[in-house]
């Protein structure tokens, strides 16, 4: 919900009224609720606080653990609020959201304001900054935290920024291996929205192509919602350019101005000049991560940057710290994801503590100077030439050279033609974004012909010599060469529209050679309740390739069919069933790769509602061959962004699941939930755990002020291929009531039982209670407490009890006066981390917005 600045303007209104003036005040108020109030919220919840407080015992285990991760400190401020605004006033829009609570994302604290009135645009704060530029080894497009100013009028255009830059340009080539993803990227805390994913050269649209896991930093080609995803095959590659969100490296800035002038049948002139300049030192700090329980132990959890030393990191449950190697390990490929060994009880906070790796925003000090001409052909198309000149200073291999390239689209009639050549030598830097060209001298030729609504076909080539500046400034060149052929044909009436493709790529680079040959078939239909989608590929591939440490030549052989169904049973009953089977045969051995999914969804009326779903998902034991075919050759750090030198990893995955849900509105008192899973996943990247799971739970409304919620809920996990076994039950029963008068209540109990062969078991018993007490209006009185009581390994005792007034100041603000009793207690006398006690005052100013 939002709140509106709408009862700023009442408050006013009435009190102007009473001075006579009722009329005048009246007309400003819907002024003001029509150009500002309607276009502007407000929403989230803001807690400022000082504490006085005394603290014994294992101070940086409270200091963790409370008032949300800053228990240390006299002044705390933590919660998120979120002010935006639209076209106000015509021209003002504005977006303003501040977090800083426990579970927080890095990348949604942002401030931006933009205006935008007649010839001018400016935006200022967190923006993603781009230049006006035609010039296509000038172009500029990165996340900023600055400015850009932007001046446009009928023939003539400019754009000036100035900005420091939030992220790092990163570019990596992993290969396909057989499955749909994850593809992992090499790279935690990727930018939204800043990614460029190719395919063996072809770009990729997010959301029906490919989706992203923006924390971990990986990409799967499988649409969540229509599963109408692709295998890669290993003989394809993935070619990611992204951006890293900064953290603990020097920060860089960024300016660059862009002139254009249409001169009409004469064409266009653009000019481009940007300047890079690289930050001062970095330095270390540290960042706080918390999840919050139940977790299952098995669980993969994803830190938002890669640790920079994983023997440094701090992991606490509750207050009680875990050891590397008995309470949490790490993925031993990528360090990003914490893979936990123990139970989190419901309600308990997880905390990881650590100091991230470092992330600089900009490498070296950069300029570009580019210049570009498009001369129109008529309304038929246009030709543009580019031309720019690059500069980099400040780093141990100065260098500099200019890039050239011209463009064609012509269009007449049944008939498209385009077409491009460039050079862009390997001494050619430009300003590190996305979206970049690589170094490399190319040819590009397509043609498109629809002699009918029924047909078309076309041909598309591409020539490239890359060239790359090796060890000692030698140069290292490789050649890439791709050529393929379409026909697409759509009916009139009843028949099949199909999509007939033929490709062939081949490489030549310093150590192989690699020729692939790829034909597709496509068709799909609908009939009666049904539609349904059928893909055929087949590939014929020959090149180096690695198969259990063994590296030759050898002839590859990949069939994949991927067919999709929808059939609409009833209003009521609705069936999926997704599917893909791939195999790979290279000499004596081959492996199938499959994806299967198969989903019920049954909702017979308001009241109920059923999902199931099965799905088996299986890479196959060679989708772990490497294949080079040529589609990465130009990337990993000599283009005009830095490339990621980590090695990059892929291994075959296995997943199976089952689940079914199912939620049942029994009346306008009782409502129930329920679901069963079964999950198993095994691979390089996963938890190699196999879980099975039951869940039950209920809300019941005894009366109009009376609410009742219970949940059970038990899982059993076991490791694959080992001993190590775990089973959790978890039930929790709470009950709140607000009778008419001045007194409320809510309190529950939440109980946790733990099995299994595992000698860190712990078993928890908590209950909580709040009692408030109405005084008057604005007055109230409330007393809470929680206590707990772990048993097995880390034995602990807890008690938490605060009282408090709160004087509500006006609306959404209100003050709180509290008094606050916490001790932690260890009933192992031995052990004397995570044990703290404290006593003190809480002087806390409270903003809700959208309440």
Not at 417 to 429: A, E, K, R
Not at 716 to 732: H, I, K, Q
């Amino acid at each position: 919900m939002q709140w509106k600045a709408r009862c700023a303007v009442s408050l006013v209104v009435l009190v102007v009224t009473a001075t006579g003036q009722a009329q005048n005040v009246t007309g400003l108020g819907k002024w003001f609720d029509k150009e500002i109030a309607s276009r502007v919220s407000i929403s989230g919840y803001r807690r400022v606080a000082y504490h006085t407080k005394t603290v014994t015992g294992d101070r940086d285990a409270f200091g963790i653990t409370e008032y949300g991760g800053q228990g240390l400190n006299s002044f705390t401020d933590f919660g998120q609020v979120r002010i935006t605004g639209t076209k106000v006033l015509g021209a003002l829009s504005f977006d303003l959201n501040i977090q800083d609570s426990r579970f927080q994302d890095p990348q949604a604290n942002r401030v931006s304001v933009d205006v935008d009135k007649g010839p001018w645009t400016v935006n200022l704060g967190d923006i993603r900054g781009s230049l006006a530029s035609q010039n296509r080894f000038a172009r500029f497009e990165k996340t900023l935290t600055g400015g850009q100013v932007g001046y446009k009028t009928k023939n003539f255009e400019a754009r000036a920024i100035y900005s420091e830059v939030r992220g790092e340009p990163r570019t990596i080539s992993v290969q396909g291996n057989n499955t749909a993803g994850p593809y992992f990227l090499q790279s935690s805390q990727i930018v939204r929205g800043s990614e460029e994913i190719l395919v063996d050269g072809v770009k990729q649209e997010f959301g029906k192509d490919y989706t992203m896991d923006y924390d971990l930093g990986s990409v799967s080609f499988v649409n969540k919602v229509t599963f109408e995803g692709r295998i890669i095959s290993p003989t394809s590659t993935i070619v990611a350019t992204y951006e890293v969100l900064g953290f603990n490296g020097s920060k860089g800035t960024v300016q660059g101005t862009a002139l254009s002038y249409q001169m009409g049948k004469a064409g266009r002139v653009g000019l481009t000049a940007m300047r890079q300049k690289q930050g001062g030192t970095a330095r270390d700090s540290t960042f706080q991560q918390q999840f919050l329980g139940p977790i299952a132990a098995g669980s993969a959890l994803i830190l938002r940057y890669e640790p920079q030393d994983i023997l440094k990191v701090r992991v606490f449950i509750g207050s009680v710290l875990q050891s590397l190697g008995a309470g949490y390990t790490f993925n031993t490929i990528n360090k990003s994801i914490l893979i936990l060994l123990r139970e989190v009880p419901t309600g308990t906070i997880l905390t990881v503590t650590y100091t991230p790796k470092a992330v600089n925003t900009v490498q070296g000090d950069r300029e570009v100077l580019g210049l570009d001409y498009r001369l129109p052909l008529g309304n038929r198309g246009n030709i543009t030439y580019s031309h720019a000149i690059g500069r980099l200073s400040n780093t141990t291999q100065p260098k500099s050279g200019t890039a050239q390239g011209l463009d064609l689209t012509y269009a007449t009639g049944k008939v498209a033609l385009t077409g491009s050549i460039q050079n862009v030598p390997s001494d050619y830097v430009s300003i590190e974004t996305v979206g970049f060209e690589r170094n490399q001298k190319s040819s590009r030729f397509g043609l498109q012909v629809t002699p009918s609504e029924r047909f078309d076909y076309g041909i598309n080539q591409q020539n490239s010599s890359i060239s790359t500046l090796g060890s000692n400034n030698t140069s290292v060149s490789s050649r890439f060469t791709q050529i393929g052929s379409y026909v697409n044909f759509k009916p009139k009436g009843k028949g099949l529209p199909w999509q007939l493709s033929q490709t062939r790529t081949a490489s030549k680079g310093p150590s192989n050679d690699s020729t692939v040959d790829t034909t597709s078939f496509g068709t799909s239909g609908k009939r009666g309740r049904s539609d349904w989608r059928l893909d055929l590929s087949n590939q014929f591939a020959n090149g180096i390739t690695t198969i259990d440490n063994s590296t030759s030549k050898r002839k590859l052989n990949l069939q994949t069919l991927a067919y999709r169904l929808n059939y609409q049973a009833s209003e009521a009953l609705r069936l999926d069933f997704n599917s893909s089977l791939s195999r790979v045969a290279t000499s004596d051995k081959s492996s199938i790769g499959r994806d299967l999914m198969i989903a019920a969804n049954f909702r017979p009326n308001d009241k109920l509602t059923v999902r199931a779903e099965i799905a088996d998902s299986d890479a196959g034991q060679l989708a772990t061959l490497g294949f080079a075919n040529g589609s990465g050759f130009g990337y990993g750090g000599n283009g005009f962004s830095g490339g990621v030198d980590e090695p990059s990893f892929n291994s075959a995955s296995n997943a199976r699941t089952a689940n079914i849900n199912a939620s049942w509105t029994a009346n306008d008192k009782l409502s129930l939930n329920g679901n069963v899973t079964y999950y198993r996943s095994s691979g390089g990247v996963s938890s190699n755990t196999e879980s099975v799971g039951f869940g039950l739970g209920a809300n019941w409304a005894v009366n109009d002020y009376t609410d009742i919620d219970a949940l059970i809920d038990t899982s059993s996990t076991t490791f694959v291929g080992s001993d190590l076994r775990s089973a959790a039950s978890t039930l929790s029963l709470y009950l709140s009531t607000t009778p008419k008068g001045p007194w409320s209540f809510r309190g529950g109990v939440n109980l946790l039982l733990t099995t299994g062969n595992s000698q860190f078991n712990q078993d928890s018993f908590a209950y909580e209670a709040a009692l408030n007490y109405r005084l008057a209006r604005r007055h109230n009185l409330s007393f809470s407490m929680d206590n707990g009581r772990l048993t097995g390994f880390l034995p602990q005792n807890t008690r938490n009890m605060a009282l408090t007034y709160q004087y509500q100041i006006w609306r959404s603000l209100a003050l709180n006066i509290g008094y606050r009793a916490i001790d932690v207690v260890n009933r192992d006398r031995s052990i004397t981390s995570g044990a703290y006690s404290s006593r003190g005052f809480d002087f806390e100013l409270e903003f809700n917005f959208g309440r």
